[in-house]
């Protein structure tokens, strides 16, 4: 099995930045795909951004120059740095980490954007 704790979330103004972490311990496959869903309320969860374990990264189009997904290998740590953040990024930010038929979610983490 594989872990994954987040943090990073909370209450940021339009025009902001959070960076979001996401550890993984465990059973962890040297080849895999980590990243970021989101849930806002009312709404379906959608991929944010996800990189795999060569640095390959992808992003929704409407993070797309405000967002930036990146890995630490070394320590299985997969981050999302928010730029330009917008109450439309408000939502629930989920990590995610899978490999072939493996996968693991974190917690969630609350991010909010308001004035």
């Known amino acids: 099995q594989v872990q994954l704790v987040e943090s990073g979330g909370g209450l940021v103004q339009p025009g902001g930045s959070l960076r979001l972490s996401c550890a993984a311990s465990?059973?962890?496959?040297?080849?895999?795909?980590m990243g970021w869903y989101r849930q806002a309320p009312g709404k379906q969860r959608e991929l944010v951004a996800s990189?795999?374990?060569?640095?390959?990264?992808k992003y929704t189009d409407s993070v797309k120059g405000r967002f930036t997904i990146s890995t630490d290998n070394a320590k299985y740590r997969v981050y999302l740095q928010m730029n330009s953040l917008k109450p439309e990024d408000t939502a629930v930010y989920y990590c995610?980490?899978?490999?072939?038929?493996?996968?693991?979610w974190g917690q969630g983490t609350l991010v909010t954007v308001s004035s």
């Open positions: 995610y980490y899978a490999s072939g038929a493996l996968d693991a």
């Open positions: 465990g059973n962890i496959f040297s080849i895999y795909d």
């Open positions: 990189i795999t374990n060569t640095g390959h990264t």
